[in-house]
């Protein structure tokens, strides 16, 4: 399978594990046109409301606004951006939940590109 090509996309990826974010910034920036990163929900519902990314990767446990009230607020201003949960759990639970606020997919943490690049074809197709 070839990769797909998001080189006209836009994405907002929520982490906040410093580390995680510079290693999927590095990986975002080779395949986006345009990446943006926030630290946690909130400032993440800001750079939405400034950007409008093309998708979304968010983390689910995050402080301030967790990435599925996050999912859920931006599901409300908007139904068609793509929106990718990750989480450490890969809990029926947690997947439930972000299927219930309205996410596009979920991919397991600790995130593999492949899982990654699957779900975002799957969400923009």
């Known amino acids: 399978m070839s990769e797909p090509d998001f080189s006209q996309k836009s994405v907002l990826y929520v982490e906040d594990d410093e580390d995680i974010r510079i290693s999927m910034n590095r990986f975002l ?3 986006f046109r345009e990446v943006h990163l926030a630290e946690n929900g909130k400032i993440a519902l800001e ?3 400034q950007f409008h990314p093309d998708i ?4 689910v446990h995050m ?3 967790n990435g599925l009230e ?12 793509s929106i990718i949960v990750m989480s450490a759990f890969s809990d029926s ?14 991919v ?10 699957r ?4 969400a923009v197709s």
């Open 47 to 49: 750079m939405y409301d």
């Open 63 to 65: 402080p301030e606004m």
């Open 108 to 117: 397991s943490k600790p995130v593999q590109r492949e899982d990654l690049l």
């Open 29 to 31: 920036t080779r395949r």
């Open 119 to 122: 779900a975002l074809t799957e």
């Open 70 to 81: 996050l999912t859920r607020r931006i599901r409300e201003k908007d139904a068609k951006t």
């Open 56 to 59: 979304i990767i968010t983390d």
């Open 93 to 106: 639970e947690y997947f439930d939940g972000a299927k219930s606020v309205g996410a596009s997919g979920y």
